[in-house]
């Protein structure tokens, strides 16, 4: 996916079914938070405004609690789960550990279709103007790139825990984006990294990204 694509979801790919796309669409409205938090999901309505049917809203709504990103009661029905700031140091603590990991995974793993695949974000984040882009499509930018990263370190199991962790990071940051300051330049402090791990500097790759975490739970804190 390039970083245009990253700004805004789009209809279903030939590749994906009707399922997936709905797991991906209904995902990004949760994450986003334009399913506010604690909300209840109509998975009729749903299925309506995505042109998927019950079925696959169903099957992508089963997945999506497993994410911890919606939960079911017996008779209630189902909802999007609610923020808790205070898991702020909790999913801080696991992304300290495991994002450098994978960054450095990536760094000395990836092969030259996915280096050269980093060096070509890179310069596509560098060549946007970040002060012209919204909030929403800033943090789409910033949830795209740890996918690539994680996607580069080779290692599934890892990928599918940082996509997870990063999602409900992704939940808090929506809850007070409006009171971070300078969301663009933390956005695009990520062409460094890229760069980074492309060019195999394992070391840089996982110090940098140590710092992108914790300069991410600082600037959370700092608008609390």
């Known amino acids: 996916m390039t970083l245009q694509e990253a700004l805004a979801p789009g209809e279903p790919s030939s590749g994906l079914s009707l399922a997936d ?3 991906q669409r209904l995902k990004d409205k949760l994450i986003t938070l334009e399913i506010r ?24 709504l089963k997945r999506l609690e497993t994410d911890h990103l919606v939960v079911s009661y017996p008779r209630r029905g189902t909802f999007a789960t609610v923020v808790d700031i205070t898991e702020l140091a909790a999913i801080s603590e696991i ?37 012209r882009l919204s909030r929403t499509e800033l943090m789409r930018l ?19 825990v ?8 992704t939940r ?6 409006d009171k971070l300051p300078d969301l663009a330049g933390h956005v695009m402090e ?14 840089a790759a996982a110090k940098l990204t140590l710092e992108h975490v914790n300069s991410f739970e600082a600037a959370i804190r700092r608008v609390l």
């Open 21 to 23: 796309f709905a797991y």
């Open 37 to 60: 938090p604690g909300e209840p999901i109509n998975d009729g309505q749903l299925a309506a405004e995505l042109g998927a049917g019950r079925t696959p809203v169903r099957e992508a």
């Open 95 to 131: 992304r300290q550990l495991l994002e450098p990991l994978a960054a450095r995974r990536a760094a000395e793993n990836a092969g030259a279709a996915v280096r050269a695949e980093l060096r070509a974000q890179a310069a596509e984040l560098r060549a946007l103007d970040g002060s």
């Open 142 to 160: 910033d949830m795209s790139v740890h996918k690539l990263i994680y996607r580069a370190s080779g290692n599934a199991h890892l990928e599918d």
């Open 162 to 169: 940082l996509i997870r962790y990063d999602n409900l990071a």
């Open 172 to 177: 808090i940051w929506c809850l007070v984006i």
């Open 190 to 203: 990520h062409t460094t990294l890229l760069k980074a791990i492309a060019d195999g500097d394992a070391d």
